[in-house]
């Protein structure tokens, strides 16, 4: 139970209870208010001041909704029925049903780039935008699992990297990676020390449950992506970025991230391409979840269908060595002696 609490604070709890312990389907009468303000915070307020206080939430601006029910009452006085409205049923509207809010807590129970401790402060105020009974539900979602990232400083880089995008500035950092003992290390060169990375920051986006930075290597003369939750030690340069633009395969325009990611399956950096794959029938579906409706379908029978995709070439290298042998390169034929090669060797050691 609450401290007792002074008079002027009656509005403010008001609106905590309907916050705490309303939505659309847990409604309060005034009588109900009236209880919670008595039990829960120690304060006593009638019908009348309730009803005050509700009204000046609504004309504050708080999304506020009632039922107005009609009552009869006999008066005492001239022995009449009178007719009169009570407003009941008042509760508290919400900017996100608890269905939108369970797939964006989802979305980040499932993500890998949250180091664990960030991603249950975000879950817990997601969690505040609705009421107690929202909560009560939580227990048959999904457990954080395991694999996220250790790396605390992902927070902090998203607002820098934005602020360099913003100014066209370079970035240098630091990039992690695990070792047997299970824990991040910062990358090294060969003679021990401690690799540093300058880039120009493009966009940050998210694939596949994880966040990367699209930027340029300053050594290279294509696009590159790092994984954010491996980024560290993150600072702005004074230097200017280099302009997306002129980069090999920008075609001299900007970054049209939807353009980029529908190319860019897997996240890698190399080329993009046209390609010719034969894939069974059954995977249509996952050619369209993959690399979009862009596609291009032909020679369909029973045994298989002719697929034409322009994506980035390790983005179709992967996919065909994904789903062997289901999936062969038809073209190009640097490509397909590629793969063939690798399926090979690999081949080899199963032997």
Not at 240 to 256: I, P
Request: glycine share 6%; aromatic share 10%.
């Amino acid at each position: 139970m609450y401290a007792k609490q002074p008079k002027k604070l009656l509005i403010m709890n008001i609106l905590d209870i309907l916050q705490r312990y309303s939505d659309e389907k847990h409604r309060l009468s005034q009588r109900e208010i009236g209880d919670l303000l008595r039990s829960r915070y120690g304060m006593t307020a009638d019908r009348k001041a309730i009803k005050r206080n509700l009204m000046d939430l609504l004309e504050y601006g708080f999304g506020i909704e009632y039922t107005e029910k009609p009552r009869s009452r006999l008066n005492p006085g001239t022995g009449q029925l009178e007719e009169n409205v009570v407003l009941t049923d008042f509760y508290l509207t919400r900017e996100f049903t608890d269905a939108e809010l369970r797939l964006l807590i989802d979305s980040l129970l499932f993500s890998q780039h949250l180091p664990r401790s960030q991603c249950n402060a975000l879950v817990e105020k997601l969690k505040g935008l609705s009421s107690q009974y929202f909560r009560s539900h939580m227990k048959h979602m999904s457990k954080i699992r395991e694999g996220q990232t250790d790396n605390r400083q992902l927070f902090l880089n998203i607002e820098l990297l934005d602020e360099a995008i913003e100014k066209r500035k370079k970035v240098a950092f630091h990039y992690l990676e695990y070792r047997t003992d299970k824990r991040q290390y910062p990358r090294i060169r060969s003679d021990g020390s401690v690799r540093e990375y300058v880039v120009s920051p493009y966009q940050m986006a998210a694939k596949e449950g994880k966040y990367y930075l699209i930027c340029n290597s300053d050594q290279y003369d294509d696009v590159a992506n790092y994984r954010m939750d491996r980024i560290c030690d993150l600072i702005i340069l004074e230097e200017s970025a280099r302009a997306f633009e002129t980069l090999k395969g920008a075609g001299g325009c900007a970054l049209n991230l939807e353009d980029y990611m529908k190319r860019h399956v897997y996240m890698y950096a190399s080329g993009d391409g046209m390609a010719r794959l034969r894939i069974a029938p059954f995977l249509v579906s996952d050619v369209i979840d993959l690399f979009g409706k862009d596609v291009t379908f032909s020679d369909e029978n029973d045994d298989g269908i002719t697929v034409t995709v322009y994506a980035n070439e390790m983005s179709i290298e992967q996919f065909a060595k994904s789903y062997v042998p289901h999936v062969t390169i038809l073209g190009p034929e640097a490509l397909r002696v590629k793969v063939k090669g690798m399926l090979e060797q690999a081949l080899e050691g199963y032997r």
